[in-house]
């Protein structure tokens, strides 16, 4: 069965791109263009990996990435589903602040897409129970 990527990004094109990348990888994709709606698909869909965008409507990367991680016993997700920050705020403050909410790794849009497929295969490969690190 295919490893489950969850993408949360507003902007449909790289929604779009982001899915087709990840479906070529031999991933299953799944997206949201928005926070709420993201934040009730890693509830739902208990992914194995979330790409997360930063500027979000409704509710914003930080705070989504800070209720997974504080929200993971009471909805029963998993505490280390690992977080891909991919977003347009390339400061350090905001790669710390990302950081302290519970992202694992932090990737500065536009981005070449092998760095993130190779970000999301050993982000993966961290996680799968009897992997060599």
């Not at 087709?20 to 869909?45: F, S, V």
């Not at 509710?59 to 209720?67: I, Q, S, V």
């Amino acid at each position: 069965m295919a490893r489950k990527i969850l993408i949360i990004e507003d902007d449909v094109s790289t929604s779009q791109f982001l899915s087709y990348t990840m479906e070529h990888e031999g991933y299953q994709a799944i997206t949201a263009l928005d926070g709420i709606d993201g934040l009730k698909k890693a509830l739902a869909e208990k992914p194995d990996l979330i790409i997360l965008d930063i500027m979000l409507p409704g509710l914003d990367g930080f705070e989504l990435c800070h209720r997974l991680r504080d929200w993971s016993r009471a909805y029963a997700v998993p505490t280390d589903i690992p977080v891909l920050v991919l977003s347009a705020k390339a400061q350090d403050a905001d790669k710390s602040a990302a950081f302290k909410m519970g992202a694992n790794y932090y990737i500065v849009k536009p981005a070449d897409p092998e760095k993130i497929v190779d970000a999301v295969k050993n982000m993966l490969k961290e996680t799968t129970p009897g992997a060599i690190k």
